[in-house]
C-alpha cells in the first residue's frame, strides 16, 4: 500500500513523498476557533498511526508574492470578528 500511495503521488506531481508515524505529540489534542459544530475546547480524537507526508517544489517569485504574515494575520482577525 505505501508504494502504491507514493508512486501515485509522485506520477501526479508530488516531488518529495514519505510515510510517517504520527506520535501523539505532534497532534493538537483540544479544538480552536472553528465555524463548525465544534465547541471550543473540546478533545480531539485521532484514530490514525501514520500520515502521508509530500512537498512540492515552488519557484522563488510565487514565495515573495505570497502575503505577509501581518497581512494574513489581518485577514483572520477581520473574518473572526465578522
Given amino acids: ?6 508512486e501515485f ?3 501526479s506531481g508530488i516531488d518529495v513523498v514519505g510515510i510517517a508515524r504520527v506520535e501523539k505529540e505532534d497532534l493538537y489534542t483540544f479544538r480552536g476557533f472553528s465555524k463548525k459544530n465544534y465547541n471550543y475546547g473540546d478533545v ?3 484514530r490514525f ?9 515552488i519557484e522563488l517569485d510565487y514565495i515573495n508574492r505570497s ?5 494574513f494575520m489581518g485577514a483572520m482577525l477581520a473574518l473572526i470578528l465578522h
Fill in 67 to 71: 502575503p505577509s504574515n501581518e497581512t
Fill in 1 to 6: 500500500m505505501t508504494k502504491a500511495v507514493k
Fill in 49 to 57: 498511526e501514520y500520515a502521508i507526508v509530500f512537498a512540492v517544489a
Fill in 9 to 11: 503521488l509522485r506520477l
Fill in 44 to 46: 480531539i480524537e485521532y
